[in-house]
């Protein structure tokens, strides 16, 4: 894949990631009352407006980088009807909302993810190989097909199988086999003396995947959600006690996430791992990760982030007393310019000291 289409590929994903972002806050602003004065596509200067809806201008953004929404009055509590004046609590759900996206996305990728990986269905048996003028290949068994009888006997599990056949070797057996969408019965007679290294009828054997069942993959979709806020929360603990590999702690950026995305879409390219489905499961797995690391980030108690403006409206809630926002203007304002300049910082690590797959 060219290195212009891959650079598109991860525009797109970044892009969509932080769109749903924002629309978790438009929606959740309308919901709770507060205007929405602009949902923008890409990030300023201006390209064009694209059209009104419900007195929200939708426009489109120079800088192809997902999207934002800007709220009535959102740092003017001055602003009747704004966010700024709204109650602690519905700006607590706006500010929720947009992280809360992220992780519902990241949660449905990872369901996704592992219904395609799939669980072993223990009572077929699927043939991965068969050895040359082997009973096997006599009788016409391929590579692919599953057995799911002997003698008109539904199998249990590969070992049963193996016992049944070794029972009968020297004597006709019929197996029937699921090829495709048709199912057959094939007569073959093991080998009472098969060569070194080769089974009675000649053949490898595994369990064919089955897609997991759509809430087991939920449950290991939540697992593996809570392992990764888990362990990105004692990752600084980790880091002071010296038991975390500094590299892996290390932040990235957009071309961070290029060389991430790149090697994930390589390695889909390249693997010979079987799935239930044939899905980009590196692939996926990243965007997940991704989409579940904005909403971790975005969650953080820093000023400008969503976590630090949850963290302004928090006195108000509950204690009544609400910071100037003036200061929260200021310090939010400070923040931002800083978290600029780190992911400057950030971006010159991508290129000087590039991300490796572990």
């Known amino acids: 894949m060219s290195v212009l289409l891959m650079i598109l590929q991860v525009v797109i994903v970044i892009g969509i990631l932080i769109f749903f972002h924002e629309l978790g806050h438009f929606l959740m602003s309308r919901a709770v009352g507060v205007p929405i004065e602009e949902f923008g596509f890409g990030y300023p200067p201006r390209l064009a407006k694209i059209a009104d809806w419900k ?13 934002f929404v800007r709220p009535k009055g959102e740092s003017d509590d001055g602003v009747v009807d704004g966010m700024a004046a709204a109650p602690a609590w519905k700006r607590l759900v706006i500010l929720f909302s947009g992280p809360l996206m992220n992780f519902l996305i990241g949660i449905i990728l990872l369901v996704v993810i592992y219904g395609a990986l799939g669980t072993p269905a223990s009572d077929q048996a699927m043939i991965t190989q068969v050895a040359p003028e082997s009973p096997a290949m006599t009788a016409g068994l391929l590579p692919g097909d599953i057995i799911t009888a002997v003698e008109g006997q539904r199998i249990e599990d590969i070992e049963q199988l193996i016992d049944i056949v070794a029972e009968q070797s020297g004597t006709p057996i019929t197996l029937t086999i699921a090829r495709g969408e048709t199912v057959e019965d094939l007569t073959l007679t093991p080998r009472l003396d098969p060569p070194p290294g080769e089974g009675a009828m000649g053949v490898g054997l595994s369990n064919p995947l089955k897609p997991t069942p759509f809430f087991q993959s939920v449950g290991y979709a939540f ?16 880091l002071v006690r ?13 071309k961070g996430i290029y060389d991430i995305y790149s090697q994930a879409v390589e390695m889909d390219q390249e693997s010979e791992i079987s799935t239930a489905e044939p899905l980009p499961v590196f692939t996926l797995s990243i965007i997940a990760n991704i989409s579940l690391a904005l909403a971790i980030t975005n969650l953080l108690p820093i000023p400008a982030l969503d976590g630090g403006r949850i963290l302004f409206a928090l006195p108000e809630l509950l204690i009544g007393k609400r910071i100037p926002q003036n200061w929260e203007n200021a ?19 991508d290129f000087t000291n590039p991300i490796v797959l572990p």
Do not use: K
């Open 223 to 238: 697992e593996a959600t809570g392992f990764i806020v888990r362990e990105t929360l004692l990752l600084p603990v980790r």
């Open 331 to 349: 310090i939010n304002t400070v923040s931002f310019l800083l978290l600029i300049l780190l992911m400057v910082v950030i971006t010159v690590l």
């Open 242 to 254: 010296g038991t975390a590999d500094p590299a892996l702690a290390r932040p990235v950026g957009y």
């Open 55 to 67: 007195g929200t201008e939708i426009t489109l953004n120079w800088i192809p980088f997902g999207g």
